[in-house]
């Protein structure tokens, strides 16, 4: 079955990027799912990408327009609030993928619509900077995508694959994405923690000093965590989360020092909280990671 309609929750920085993307090689096919109050904002103030209006059809939660493929780009706290409000817009062989950091989101969505229709994905090597309604970016990265760990049927990988063709999307397939969002999580507890509190942007930690320095020690704390979840990191990952680092625009951030900056609550428990969290089960210390969740924390209590 062809993917045709394509429809996308939250309009961060990830759904405005790829709905952009997407919008201008199938036009209303593609859809933003919103609240009214949402879509009346987004229509009067517009939405726009590297300077470019992008021109959104908008579908409520109440509205029932059957979507082949939806794209979850909510943060992590809005997930089950964007569970709820795709519902009417799922049919038998509706899509899911999710774009949200963290190693949980899957499992939800999974447990939601059923691990049938969910597609393993994570969005990687974009340095996107949303201020307001404007987003910017030079590189816009790629969804590395595929089955969770050489299982499952090929033909919805084969459907998505199909359609990223079709609309320009840069992809990746990885047949062990269960492996490779732990990596990701990984650079996440590193790049973006670190930047929050050090330094303003990636040109940061792509120099030798003591960013980069703890930007590598919070990640390795997430090697033998990892281990006793069942999944094998290494340090050659950290090697290669490194490579993609340094071949971002240096004026980039995060998103989690775009929340800083906003004065926004920040993804801090699903980082270095999960690691803490994941290190006492497992009698792991990780005492870089509860230096930089307390110091995250003192930043947002002067909010």
Known sequence: MKIKKVSVIGLGALGILFGH?????????????????????????????????????YQTPADDEVADLILLTVKINGLEAAISEIRNHVGPDTLFMSLLNGITSEAIIGEAFGEEHLIWSVAQGMDTVKVGNQLIYTNPGIICFGNRNGDGPADKVNRVQAFFDQVGIAYQIDHQMDRKIWAKFMLNVGVNQVVSVFGENFGSVQKPGKSRELMIAAMAEVIPVARKEGIELTMADITYWLGVVDSLSPQGKPSMRQDVEARR??????????????????????PVNRYLYEAIRALESTY
Do not use: W
């Open 265 to 286: 609550p920040s993804e801090v428990e699903l980082f270095s909280g999960t690691v803490n969290r994941l290190g006492e089960k497992h009698g792991i210390d990780t």
């Open 21 to 57: 993307q997407i919008a201008q090689k199938i036009g209303s096919d593609f859809s933003v799912i919103a609240d009214e109050k949402r879509i009346k904002k987004y229509q009067s103030q517009g939405i726009f990408c590297n300077g470019r209006d992008c021109d959104f059809y």
